[in-house]
């Protein structure tokens, strides 16, 4: 931990910049590096925390450790699985509705041995406009022995001129089961807004416990705004929409599925078999060292891609652990 000025107080590990800061931004984001002219990094509600920790405790899953720093913040677990009533789900929620320049966000998720929990967003994540720097949210997730972990957010939309970079860092034990989604849509598409954000950047690594990385999945959106106007309604991304990034669709998604309780040709088999005839393009493969399959999904519209990552969590669900998915009733 970094030390205080002399004679000063030790600041607590958690609000040094080192712990809510990524090692390293993409340049994609990092050139709009600067100060804000209004709250700047690192100021009271600037740096979000959230950290869960949950163990198996007399034959399910309880929520033992919780720390929250606004934005972030959640409300108790709830068990409303009636095919896994030991099952907690938990809603992650912001109290500022959404992301603004200068935000840095970290969420630490542990998951001790046997623990089988689900994690969501109560709504999509919303990144709004920004005249000044970018917004940071980093996800950190560590699944034990034998656990089981469904980490599925809600889409992300960034907004016109927003800059956004998405880090999730997954470190699974050899004998834990997790499924992994991230949705990202080019805009708000009621609103005829698309790629007009200035960059949306994500990272997702998969790790072991001893550090060694099994994946990693990079994602670099920057429209160049050739097509039009950037604005209300305007349209930019022609940086983005050639066939090796979004080949103009307008959302994205894809599920990372790892767990040693099925062969990785049998879990990409029930991917395809699952995402077939849907009528959106798609694409399969196996995770290094046959540790589980992942999937990407493009779409013009957010309804049919959703409905497309929840079969696909129904499917896994009944394969690995024999019971359907349950219904979240967000709205």
Not at 252 to 263: G, H, K, R
């Amino acid at each position: 931990m970094t030390g205080a000025p002399s004679g000063g107080p030790v600041p607590p590990a958690r609000l040094v910049p080192a712990h809510y800061e990524p090692p390293r931004v993409p340049l994609e984001v990092l050139r709009h590096a600067s100060v804000p002219d209004t709250l700047g990094v690192g100021r009271p509600g600037k740096v979000g925390l959230l950290e869960l920790g949950f163990e198996r405790v007399d034959g399910r899953t309880e929520l033992v450790r919780h720390y929250q720093k606004s934005p972030l913040q959640i409300m108790r677990p709830l068990y409303f699985d009636p095919h896994r009533p030991d099952l907690p789900i938990t809603f992650l929620m912001s109290t500022g509705g959404g992301v603004i320049q200068a935000d840095r966000l970290r969420t630490d998720l542990s998951f001790g041995p046997g623990a089988s929990a689900h994690v969501t967003t109560q709504a999509a994540t919303k990144v709004y406009r920004m005249e000044h720097d970018y917004a940071v949210a980093q996800t950190f997730l560590t699944a034990g022995p034998h656990s089981y972990v469904e980490y599925l957010p809600d889409p992300v939309i960034p907004y016109v001129d927003s800059r956004f970079y998405q880090r999730t860092v997954i470190t699974a034990d050899p004998t834990a089961t997790v499924l992994v989604s991230e949705t990202v849509l080019s805009g708000r598409l009621a609103r005829g807004e698309r790629n007009a954000y200035a960059v949306f950047a994500s990272d997702f690594e998969l790790r072991r416990t001893d550090g060694q990385l099994l994946a990693l999945d990079t994602v670099r959106l920057e429209p160049d705004g050739s097509e039009g106007p950037r604005g209300e309604g305007g349209r930019g991304g022609n940086g983005v929409d050639g066939p090796a990034v979004l080949a103009g669709h307008s959302v994205m998604a894809c599920l990372f599925a790892v767990s040693p309780l099925a062969p990785a040709r049998e879990l990409a088999d029930l991917l395809h078999a699952t995402l077939a005839g849907r009528g959106l393009p798609y694409g399969v493969s196996v995770l290094p060292q046959d540790c589980g399959a992942w999937v990407r999904i493009l779409g013009e519209h957010t309804e049919p891609v959703t409905r497309a990552l929840t079969a696909t969590w129904d499917a896994l669900r009944r394969r690995l652990i024999g019971v359907p998915a349950p219904d979240l009733r967000k709205t």
